[in-house]
Structure formats: C-alpha cells, structure tokens
C-alpha cells in the first residue's frame, strides 16, 4: 500500500519514509519506557493495552484526510509494535520451558513471517473488489479491535501459575556488547523493511507491473522468510543459538 500512500497525499519517496521514521521512534520510546510500563501493567494486561492502541492506530490511518492524522496513527502503530514486542517475548521467556523455548520463539516470528506474506495478499484481494487501501487498513484495523476488547474479558485460568515479579538486574554482558549486538540486529530489520517497502515501488515504477503483481513478488518474499521461521520452529538444532546466528 506505500506507493499508494505516496499518491494519495502527494508525497516523494523521501518524505514518505517519515512514516517509517516516527514509527520507529515512537517504538524506541515504548521500549526506553518499559522500566516505568512494566511495573504498572505487568506484560499480560501490557500486551492487550499495546495491542488495542495498535488497532485503534490502523482506524485512525484509514480515516486519514491530512498528514497529521496520518503520522498520529502511525506513532500510535510503532509505540504499540514496540510495547508489544518487549511483552511478547516476556511471555514466551515466562510460560515455555528451557527445551521448548527456541521453537517457541521460532513458532512466534513463524507468526509475523505468515502477517506479512498475509498482507499483500489481503491488497491483492481488496484491490480486486474496487476497494482502497484506506479500506483495507479500516477493514483490519476493526477486526483486530474487536479481538482485542475482547481479550480485557477473558480470565486466566485457576490453575494458571501467578505472573512472577518483574525483577530489573544488570546483566554480566557489557554495555559496550549490547550496544553493538543490537546495532547488528537492527542491521537486519532495515533490510527487511527498505525490500518491503521499495521492493513495490521498484516494480511498479521501474518495471512497469501492476498493482497485484506488485503485491505478489512482495507475497514470494515474505513467503521465503515465512519458510525460514517455520523451519526453526519444527527443527530442533543441537547448536547452540549464538552458533546459529
């Protein structure tokens, strides 16, 4: 839907990467902030307040006339995707037991590679009815806000062991370390995120496809990282993690 974004309200390529930039730094915040959010909400209430903002953020985007409510609807999106993030993974840390506990996190970015190979698809299909992308992101947008507000009613179960204290220690790795190792990691989330935005733009603009075909070489990508996922999540490899990445 980028470049559709893009024509919608005028933009270059550069200015429509603000979209991406308040993003970020609005999840850099939620995770600066976790020490604070953490502590108040714990990561199961946390999880379903991130993930009803991030819907309501989507409702917001598709209602969007102005650049304003656009960029407020994605910092909405990023804070929450950043919140979300840290809890997730809290969660995964706290409920699967030591063995299970790399496919369960395979298992969990298995989820995010079947999210964005759902995506284009989902335009593919909209954009066959005549619809906008404004739609597709109301469309989405309602359907995870009802989940959502229903998740606020669900109860655990009695025999669910309590969520245990959150406890903030230092860590035996240096600072030095964990700054550099995070500065490799994100290495990667830029590439993923420069293949899935400009990957459409290149094939639209410079090839000459359209619309769906678009969409469908970005579905053939996400589908190749899907496959990867699912394949740490099925197989158990007797290497260690640090050998593995």
């Not at 995770?31 to 953020?57: C, D, E, H, T």
């Not at 698809?121 to 309602?142: E, M, P, R, S, V």
């Not at 394949?231 to 490899?237: D, K």
């Amino acid at each position: 839907a980028f470049p559709d974004v893009l024509r919608e309200f005028s933009l270059s390529d550069s200015k429509g990467s603000l979209f991406f930039l308040l993003a970020s730094a609005a999840g850099l915040v939620a995770n600066l902030a976790s020490v604070w959010w953490l502590k108040r909400w714990g990561p199961v209430y946390g999880i379903k307040i991130f993930q009803l903002s991030m819907s309501l953020g989507l409702i917001m985007i598709s209602f969007s006339h102005g650049l304003w409510v656009l960029f407020t609807g994605m910092i909405f999106v990023g804070f929450s995707f950043g919140g979300t993030g840290i809890t997730q993974n809290i969660l995964i840390a706290w409920g699967a037991g030591h063995e299970s506990r790399r496919k369960s996190y395979g298992a969990l970015h298995a989820i995010y590679g079947f999210a964005s190979l759902s995506a284009p698809l989902i335009l593919i299909i909209l954009y066959d009815y005549k619809l906008t992308w404004q739609n597709a992101f109301f469309i989405i947008g309602l359907l995870s806000c009802l989940v959502n507000v229903w998740s606020f009613f669900v109860k655990a179960h009695e025999d669910d062991p309590p969520f245990p204290e959150p406890t903030f220690r230092k860590s035996g790795v240096s600072r030095k370390t964990i700054y550099w190792f995070g500065i490799f990691n994100s290495l990667y989330v830029v590439a993923e995120l420069l293949i899935g935005t400009r990957l459409v733009l290149l094939s639209r603009r410079d090839w000459g496809l359209s619309a769906n075909e678009a969409n469908q070489l970005l579905s053939l990508f996400y589908f190749l990282l899907l496959a990867g996922r699912l394949l740490m999540s099925f197989i158990h490899f007797k290497a260690r993690t640090k050998v593995l990445m």
